[in-house]
Nanobody
């Protein structure tokens, strides 16, 4: 059974930092590309960042230069380092996994991911 478990969310002031973690189990981690998405109240789930099994990365324009995605294949874990947080970053953050055999063009699309975590809340106060 595949499980993705996020942690590290919380309440932070604008300008602060948080580091999210996502621990994966039940899958061959190196066979999957990983992504982070977020969903704010009343809004659709949106792409944040993605990383391939070979650690090639991609970011949404809204977080580029502030967020960094990374992975530790030995620990089956993907991270999202979030710096210079803004109130508009407030959302539930989800990690997701998709097979590395899929076309890379789909990495920003939520429906292209097979597995999802339960989400972790990030709240940025102004």
């Amino acid at each position: 059974q595949v499980q993705l478990v996020e942690s590290g969310g919380g309440l932070v002031q604008a300008g602060g930092s948080l580091r999210l973690s996502c621990a994966a189990s039940g899958l061959t981690f190196t066979s999957y590309n990983m992504g982070w998405f977020r969903q704010a109240p009343g809004k659709e789930r949106e792409f944040v960042a993605a990383i391939t099994s070979g650690s090639s990365t991609n970011y949404a324009d809204s977080v580029k230069g502030r967020f960094t995605i990374s992975r530790d294949n030995a620990k089956n874990t993907v991270y999202l380092q979030m710096n210079s947080l803004k109130p508009e970053d407030t959302a539930v953050y989800y990690c997701a996994a998709r097979s590395r055999t899929l076309a890379i063009v789909g990495r920003t699309t939520a429906t292209q991911y097979h597995y999802w975590g339960q989400g972790t809340q990030v709240t940025v106060s102004s």
